[in-house]
C-alpha cells in the first residue's frame, strides 16, 4: 500500500484493519495480504482474496521444547524512513556479509485519523469524555471516561453513539469492551460494577447486568467465549463469573457463576481460546478453555462440559509491580493446528501448548520460555511466528518466536497510551482493592492494547493508532529509500531464500518465490550500479574512488552469483561500469578470486581479454596464472596466451594451455627439460629459477602418470591412457628431439636422476603403489600461490596423487609391465654402469629396486651379472632388500632365502659392524651355527654373545662378554689402548668407557639369565664377574692410579648392587674379604663397600616410611570427604512439588512425605510413587530417583538404568514428613539412608584401601619387620620375596637429603 502514514486518507489508514480469512494453508496462518486499492467493509469481510501475490506460508513449523515455528523470516530496527531515526541514514561500508542477518523496517505504524478526530470531536461536543477502552473485530469500538461506547466502521465512519452522559454518571466509565465473533453483540463493562450488552446492528440495549458479580468492585475484562450465550467477568476484588445469557419466552436474563473467588488469590487477567471458523471442529473447541492469570500463577481451565481445571503454574518470583499477561493463538505443530498460550509476568515469556492425543488425553505441555530484558505491560500474537510485546518504557519489541531474536524495536511513547490503573485501584467504588492489585494496576493497559488478524490497535489520550506487518517489498522498498542498498540485497537474498522473518506477500511455492523476489533484486543492482556511477567522487585522491567502487562491485558480483545470472553481470553492469576506468579496473581485480574459487567458471571472450591485458598491463601476473588454471581458454589464441607465460614464467599456466587447449602433454616437458637439462649436462649450478622449473616438471610428470590434471583436476577419462602412454614413451626416448653428437644414452631419465635422484624414485614409486593413507582423504588438490622447493616435491606428490596409481591400474596391462620393467632396465644400465652417480644415488636406486620387489605378485627382474665384481654393491643392494625400517611392523621387505642372509652378515661384519647386532635382533631367517661362526671369524665378540644367548647357551654368551671385559680391564692397568683384531671401536671412547660399557652389557646378561637359574648356578655367573672387577684393583698403585681406581670400585659397586638381588649378602661379604686385595689389612678398605650396601637398605627403607604416610593421608582424606557429603545439608530450589507444581506447605489435606534430591528438584512422596520412581531395597526402607533429572536423561540418551546413577539420585535423600493440625504443621525430618549406588561406591571403597592393590607396600613393611630374612637381606626367593623386586613396581622420590656437620 503506497503512500507514508502522514498524508494516507482516513479510509486508505483504515482498510488495514482488515482480518483476513484463514485460508486453508498449511499452518493455518493469520496474515494481511498486499493490496493496491482501499477496499470497503463489504468488500473486505465477505469477498474472497484475489490479490496478484497471495500470501502462502512456505512450509509447516514443528513446535517441540526447541522451538514453536520452523519457517521464519529476519528483519532488523523500525528505524526506518518512517519513524525518522537519522542514525541509520549513515553510510556504511559496502562489503559482502551473506551470513548478517539484515531485517528492515517489519511494522508499520499509522494513526487512525478520522477515529482520533472523532474521539477529540466527542469530549469536546458532547462531553463523551476521554477514551478508556477499544476493542476490534469487523467494527472498532471505543469507551469513554462518561460511559459512551463509540463505534466505528472499518472506514473510520462513526456508525453508532452507544449509551448516554447520564448512564455514565450512573455507572461510571467503560471499563471494559468486547465484541462476539459474528460482530453482533458488544458488552461493556463499566467502573461502578455493571455489564450492558448491546446489538451492534441497530444500537439496541438489549441487557443490563447489575447482580453478575458482588457490588462495590469494577469490572477490569468482560470476554465473549466461542458460545455466543457464554461470557466471562473479571471485577477488582479478583474473582471471576460464567455468564450464561438466556432468552426464555422473550426475556433475556443473565445466569451468573463464580469460576474463582478472590479471596484464593486475586485475578487481574483472563482470556478465553477463540477459534476461527474454519477451526471451529478442533478438538479442544469443544471445552472451552479460558485462561486466568492472578498474582501468583496462572490457570487453565475447562468451562464445558463441566468446569475442570486443567493446569495451574505458579510465576516464582517476580516483581510486584509486574503486570500478568496472556495471549492465545493456534500453531502448527508437526502438521496438526493446536492452542499455543503464551503468558508472562516480567520478563520471561512461558509457553503452554494444549493437544489432545489419539487416545482422547489432554496435554498441557510446557516449551521453550523467551527471556527478555525488560518489564513486559502487553503480550500479543501477531501470527504463529511473531509476538510484539510493550515493555514499561512503551516500546514495541518484536521478536521471532523460533529463534528468539528481537527483530525491531520501535518507541511508541508518543502514542500516550491510555492506562487503566484507576479500574484496577476502584477509585469509582471507594478505592476498596488489596495493594497488590492496586500496585499492578499502575503499569496496566489491557483495554488500550489489542490485537486482530495480524494487526494491533494502540488507544491513546487523544488518537488511536495502528500496527501492522509490512509486506516484503515495502521492508525491501524502506531500506532502499536510504539508499541502504547492501542491506536491502542481503534482506532479498534471505527472502529468495525463505529463510526471512516475519514474511508477508509471497508465494508458498518456492519456485515462484525465488522468481519474484530474483526480478526485484536485478532492479535494486541496476540502482545500486546506477548510484555508485553517477556519485563516484570526481575530484581528489585515486585511492577514494578506487575505494568507493571495491566497496561496491563484489557485491555486485556476489549476488550476479548468488542468483546465476553471469549474463547480467557481464553484458549490462560491466558495460556500465566500462565507462567509468577506474571502476573498470576494480572490476576486472576483483573477479581473481571468484575465478580462484571456481564460482565462476565462464567469462566471456570480452571480458577475458580485457581481464588479461589489465593485469598483464599492471604487471600482476601472479593473477594471470591463478585466472588462466581456472577458466576455459578454448575462446583465447592459443599460441599468444603460451608464449606470454613463457616470458612470464608462468609455468603452471602454460602447461594448462598446452593440456587443456590443445590436448598435449609432450611439449610442455620438452620446453623445461631444454632449460634445466645442459646446466646439469655440464655440472653446473642450477639457479633458482631453474630449480623451480625442474619441481615443477617432476609434480607434473607424477600427476600425468597417475591420471591427474596439472596443477588441479583430472585428465578427461578418454584421455588418460593415452596420457600415460606418452609419457612413458617420452621419458625411455634414447635421445632428445634436438640431440647432439655428444648426447648420451636416455638423457631424459638421466637428466632427472641428475636433478634430484631421491624425488624421481619417489615419482615412480608413489605411481606405481596404492596410498591407502591418500585413498581415505581423497580431496580436491588445492594449488599452492608458491612453487614447491627442492626436497618438498614428495609431499607435493602425495598431496596430488589421490586416486589409483599407474602400475596398479595396470597391473593386467602388458604394455604396462613393459614400461616398468624397461625403467628399471634403463635406471640399472644408467646408474650401475657408470662412475658417474655418487654412491648415495645408487643406494636411493637399491631402496626403490627393493620396494618394487617387495610387492605382491612382482614381475620385476634384476640382473644378478651387475653385482658380481663388487661386493659393496651386493652390499648395497642387500641391505636395501632387506631393510626393516619400513611399515608399521618391522619386517624385511623380501623374504630371501638363509644363504642370502648370512651372505648380508658377513657383509654387514666387513662394511658396517656396529649396525651386525641390530640386524641380527630383527632377522630371524638366517641360521644360528653359520652366523656364529661369521661373527667369530670376525671377532665380533659382542655379536657372538648375542648369537650364544640366543641358541641358550648363556654360559658360553658369558664367557665370550667376561673375555671382552677381562681384556679391556688389562687395557686399563697396563695403561695402553690395545686395539682388538677384528673389532672396530670409537675412537673417541676413553679405556674406562669401554669397561664401563661392556660391564652393563654383562650385567644385564647375568640378570636375564639368573631369573632360571638355581643359588648354585648363579654364583657361577655372579662371583667370576665379581673377581675380575677386583682383581685388577690389586695392580693399580701410586697416586696416579688414584682416579681409576675410584672409577673400578664404583664399577664394583654397582656389581654388588646387581648381585644383591640374587647372591645373599653373607656370601657377597664373604667373597669380599676373601680377597687378596680386602682380606688382608685394615677394615677400613673394605668399609666402602659395605657402607655403600647399607646406604641403598637405609634409602629403601626411607622410601617405604614416605609412601606409608602418602597412603595414610590419602585414606583419610577420602573418608572425611565421603562422610562430609553424606552428612550435609540439602536445599530445595523452589516451593512447590516438580510434578504436580503444587506447594507442599498448601496441602495439609492428609500427611503427605516430601523427598529433597541433591540436585534441588523437590517432590510428594505420592507424586513420585505414580511416576514409578521408587523401588524397595534389601535392608531400605525406599529408595528413590528424581523424576525430572531422569527423564532430561533420557531424552538426551544418557545413562538410564540403576547404575548410572549420574545426578537422578541424591546423595542423601530426606524425606520432610508433614503432619496434621494437632502437630501445628511442623516438619519431622525422618531417618537419612544411603541409596544402593551409594552404598555400593562406600563397598568399592573400602576394598579400593583393604587388600594388596593398594596397601601392598604396608603388608611389605610389616613383613620385613617380622622376619629379618625377608626382602633385601633374605635371598631364598629373590625376584618374589620383595615388591621392589617386582618390575610393576615404580615408585620414585627423591633420595634422603644429606646431613651437614
Not at 517 to 531: P, S
Amino acid at each position: 500500500m503506497s503512500g507514508s502514514p502522514d498524508t494516507r486518507s482516513l479510509v486508505s489508514a483504515s482498510s488495514q484493519l482488515n482480518l483476513m480469512e484463514i485460508d486453508t494453508i498449511d499452518d493455518k496462518e493469520f496474515d494481511i495480504p498486499q493490496v493496491d486499492t482501499p477496499p470497503t467493509l463489504e468488500s473486505i469481510l465477505n469477498e474472497p482474496e484475489n490479490e496478484e501475490e497471495p500470501f502462502i506460508l512456505e512450509d509447516t513449523c514443528l513446535l517441540n521444547t526447541e522451538n514453536i515455528d520452523a519457517h521464519s523470516c529476519e528483519t532488523s530496527s523500525l528505524a526506518s524512513s518512517d519513524s525518522g531515526d537519522p542514525t541509520h541514514l549513515k553510510r556504511k561500508r559496502k562489503t559482502v556479509e551473506l551470513s548478517t542477518t539484515v531485517h528492515g523496517s517489519v511494522l508499520r505504524h499509522s494513526i487512525l485519523k478520522g477515529i482520533s478526530a472523532q474521539i477529540v470531536s466527542a469530549a469536546d461536543k458532547v462531553d463523551a469524555g476521554l477514551p478508556t477502552a477499544v476493542t476490534v473485530s469487523g467494527v472498532i469500538v471505543v469507551g469513554t471516561s462518561h460511559g459512551l461506547a463509540l463505534v466505528f466502521d472499518l472506514n473510520q465512519a462513526l456508525r453508532l453513539c452507544l449509551g448516554s452522559t447520564a448512564t455514565g454518571a450512573e455507572y461510571g466509565a467503560v471499563s471494559a469492551l468486547s465484541i462476539n465473533h459474528d460482530c453482533t453483540r458488544l458488552l461493556c463493562g463499566f467502573a461502578k460494577g455493571h455489564i450492558t450488552m448491546w446489538d451492534l446492528a441497530n444500537g439496541k440495549l438489549l441487557r443490563t447486568i447489575t447482580d453478575a458479580h458482588p457490588p462495590g468492585t469494577a469490572i477490569l475484562h468482560v470476554k465473549f467465549t466461542d458460545d455466543p450465550t457464554l461470557a466471562v467477568c473479571n471485577d477488582s476484588g479478583g474473582s471471576v463469573f460464567e455468564l450464561a445469557f438466556r432468552r426464555v419466552m422473550g426475556m433475556r436474563t443473565c445466569e451468573s457463576r463464580c469460576l474463582f473467588s478472590g479471596s484464593k488469590g486475586e485475578v487481574c487477567n483472563v482470556e478465553p481460546l477463540l477459534t476461527a471458523p474454519d477451526l471451529k471442529d478442533h478438538p479442544i473447541t469443544q471445552y472451552s478453555l479460558l485462561a486466568m492469570a492472578s498474582l501468583t500463577k496462572i490457570l487453565v481451565i475447562g468451562l464445558k462440559p463441566s468446569l475442570k481445571v486443567w493446569m495451574t503454574f505458579p510465576y516464582g518470583k517476580t516483581d510486584p509491580t509486574s503486570v500478568p499477561q496472556l495471549a492465545w493463538q493456534f500453531v502448527p505443530v508437526q502438521k496438526v493446528v493446536n492452542p499455543v498460550l503464551a503468558f508472562c509476568r516480567g520478563d520471561t515469556i512461558h509457553f503452554l501448548l494444549v493437544k489432545k492425543d489419539e487416545t482422547g488425553t489432554i496435554h498441557v505441555i510446557k516449551q521453550r520460555q523467551l527471556q527478555l530484558n525488560c518489564d513486559i505491560i502487553s503480550l500479543n500474537w501477531i501470527n504463529s511466528r511473531t509476538l510484539v510485546v510493550m515493555d514499561s518504557g512503551e516500546k514495541l519489541r518484536v521478536v521471532d518466536r523460533p529463534s528468539q531474536e528481537e527483530l525491531e524495536n520501535l518507541d511508541v511513547a508518543e502514542v500516550q497510551l491510555v492506562y487503566n490503573s484507576s479500574h484496577f485501584k476502584s477509585l469509582a467504588t471507594g478505592g476498596n482493592v488489596s495493594q497488590a492489585l492496586a500496585l499492578v494496576g499502575e503499569k496496566a493497559c489491557y483495554q488500550s492494547v489489542c490485537s486482530y488478524a495480524g494487526q494491533m490497535v494502540l488507544l491513546g489520550t487523544k488518537s488511536a493508532h495502528i500496527m501492522t506487518l509490512r509486506n516484503w517489498r515495502e521492508r525491501v522498498d524502506c531500506l532502499l529509500k536510504q539508499e541502504r542498498f547492501v542491506e536491502a540485497l542481503s534482506l532479498a537474498w534471505s527472502f529468495h531464500e525463505g529463510t526471512a522473518k516475519a514474511i508477508l506477500g509471497l508465494f508458498g511455492d518456492p519456485a515462484k518465490r525465488k522468481g519474484v523476489v530474483a526480478d526485484k533484486m536485478v532492479e535494486i543492482l541496476f540502482q545500486y550500479v546506477e548510484r555508485s556511477v553517477k556519485k563516484c567522487p570526481e575530484h581528489g585522491k585515486i585511492q577514494v574512488m578506487e575505494q568507493h567502487f571495491q566497496d561496491m562491485v563484489p557485491v555486485m558480483v556476489d549476488y550476479c552469483l548468488l542468483l546465476q545470472r553471469t549474463d547480467l553481470l557481464f553484458n549490462q553492469l560491466y558495460t556500465r561500469l566500462v565507462e567509468n576506468c577506474v571502476a573498470r579496473g576494480i572490476f576486472l581485480e576483483s573477479l581473481e578470486p571468484y575465478i580462484v574459487s571456481e564460482r565462476l567458471g565462464c567469462v566471456t571472450a570480452p571480458v577475458m581479454r580485457d581481464l588479461l591485458t589489465h593485469l598483464q598491463d599492471n604487471n600482476m601476473m601472479d593473477s594471470v596464472e591463478n585466472c588462466l588454471i581456472h577458466l576455459d581458454i578454448t575462446s583465447l589464441d592459443i599460441q599468444q596466451v603460451v608464449q606470454m607465460c613463457w616470458d612470464n614464467q608462468l609455468y603452471d599456466a602454460m602447461i594448462y594451455v598446452f593440456n587443456r587447449g590443445m590436448n598435449d602433454y609432450i611439449n610442455p616437458m620438452e620446453k623445461l627439460f631444454q632449460v634445466i637439462a645442459p646446466p646439469l649436462r655440464e655440472g653446473k649450478a642450477l639457479t633458482d629459477e631453474q630449480v623451480v622449473m625442474g619441481n615443477k616438471l617432476l609434480v607434473y610428470i607424477s600427476c600425468s602418470l597417475a591420471g591427474r590434471a596439472y596443477p588441479l583436476g583430472d585428465i578427461p577419462e578418454d584421455l588418460v591412457s593415452q596420457v600415460k602412454n606418452q609419457v612413458f614413451e617420452f621419458l625411455i626416448r634414447l635421445h632428445s628431439a634436438e640431440a647432439g653428437q655428444e648426447e648420451e644414452l636416455y638423457p631424459y631419465i638421466r637428466t632427472l636422476v641428475h636433478f634430484d635422484t631421491p624425488e624421481f624414485l619417489n615419482v615412480l614409486a608413489l605411481v606405481s603403489q596404492v596410498w591407502e593413507t591418500l585413498q581415505k582423504t581423497t580431496t580436491t588438490p588445492q594449488r599452492t600461490t608458491t612453487p614447491p622447493t627442492q626436497g618438498e616435491v614428495s609431499t607435493s606428490l602425495q598431496t596430488q596423487l589421490v586416486s589409483q596409481h599407474t602400475f596398479e591400474d595396470f597391473k593386467n596391462d602388458k604394455q604396462a609391465l613393459e614400461y616398468q620393467q624397461r625403467i628399471v632396465d634403463i635406471l640399472l644400465k644408467v646408474m650401475v654402469e657408470n662412475s658417474e652417480f655418487t654412491p648415495s644415488q645408487v643406494g636411493c636406486l637399491f631402496t626403490f629396486l627393493a620396494r618394487q620387489l617387495a610387492k605382491p605378485d612382482n614381475t620385476l627382474f634384476v640382473n644378478r651379472k651387475l653385482f658380481d665384481q663388487d661386493d659393496l654393491l651386493v652390499f648395497q643392494f642387500l641391505r636395501c632388500v632387506l631393510d626393516q625400517r619400513e611399515g608399521p611392523n618391522p619386517q624385511a621387505l623380501l623374504r630371501l632365502s638363509p644363504d642370502l642372509h648370512e651372505l648380508h652378515i658377513g657383509l654387514l661384519c666387513r662394511f658396517s659392524p656396529r649396525q651386525l647386532t641390530d640386524f641380527l635382533k630383527a632377522s630371524q631367517d638366517y641360521r644360528l651355527e653359520e652366523a656364529i661362526q661369521i661373527t667369530e671369524q670376525y671377532q665380533l665378540h659382542e655379536a657372538t654373545a648375542y648369537l650364544l644367548e640366543k641358541k641358550g647357551d648363556s654360559n658360553g654368551a658369558f664367557q665370550v662378554l667376561l673375555k671382552t671385559l677381562k681384556d679391556k680391564l688389562s687395557a686399563v692397568t697396563s695403561e695402553k689402548r690395545s686395539e682388538e683384531e677384528g673389532e672396530t671401536e670409537r675412537e673417541e671412547e676413553s679405556p674406562l668407557q669401554r669397561v664401563e660399557g661392556s660391564l652393563g652389557d654383562i650385567i644385564a646378561l647375568c640378570h636375564r639369565s639368573s631369573q632360571s637359574l638355581n643359588q648354585e648356578q648363579r654364583g657361577v655367573l655372579w662371583f667370576p664377574l665379581l673377581e675380575a672387577m677386583m682383581s685388577p684393583q690389586k695392580l693399580l698403585k701410586g697416586p696416579d692410579t688414584r682416579t681409576t681406581s675410584e672409577v673400578l670400585k664404583e664399577l664394583t659397586m654397582k656389581v654388588l648392587n646387581s648381585m644383591s638381588s640374587f647372591i645373599p649378602l653373607p656370601a657377597i661379604i664373604q667373597r669380599i674379604l676373601q680377597d687378596p686385595v680386602y682380606g688382608k689389612g685394615k677394615l677400613a678398605e673394605i668399609q666402602g663397600l659395605i657402607l655403600g650396601m647399607l646406604e641403598t637398605f637405609n634409602y629403601e627403607q626411607t622410601l617405604l616410611e614416605t609412601t606409608t604416610s602418602l597412603l595414610n593421608h590419602d585414606l583419610h582424606w577420602s573418608l572425611s570427604h565421603l562422610r562430609a557429603a553424606v552428612s550435609r545439608g540439602l536445599h530445595p530450589r523452589q516451593d512447590h512439588c516438580n510434578i504436580c507444581l503444587q506447594q507442599y506447605k498448601r496441602r495439609q489435606d492428609s500427611p503427605d512425605e516430601i523427598i529433597i534430591f541433591s540436585c534441588g528438584h523437590l517432590y510428594h512422596c505420592q507424586c513420585l510413587q505414580r511416576k514409578g520412581s521408587g523401588h524397595a531395597e534389601p535392608r531400605l526402607l525406599q529408595v528413590w530417583s528424581c523424576y525430572k533429572c531422569l527423564s532430561s536423561q533420557r531424552g538426551r540418551g544418557g545413562v538410564t538404568t540403576e547404575t548410572g546413577r549420574g545426578r537422578t539420585t541424591s546423595l542423601a535423600q530426606t524425606k520432610v514428613t508433614s503432619r496434621e493440625a494437632g502437630e501445628e504443621g511442623r516438619k519431622v525430618f525422618a531417618e537419612t539412608t544411603l541409596d544402593p549406588q551409594q552404598s555400593q561406591s562406600w563397598d568399592q571403597l573400602r576394598c579400593l584401601y583393604r587388600g594388596p592393590s593398594r596397601l601392598a607396600i604396608l603388608s611389605e613393611i610389616s613383613h620385613c619387620h617380622g622376619n629379618e630374612k625377608a626382602g633385601l637381606l633374605n635371598p631364598s626367593q629373590p625376584g618374589r620375596g620383595s615388591i621392589f623386586h617386582s618390575e610393576n613396581f615404580q615408585l620414585k622420590l627423591s633420595p634422603p637429603p644429606s646431613v651437614e656437620e
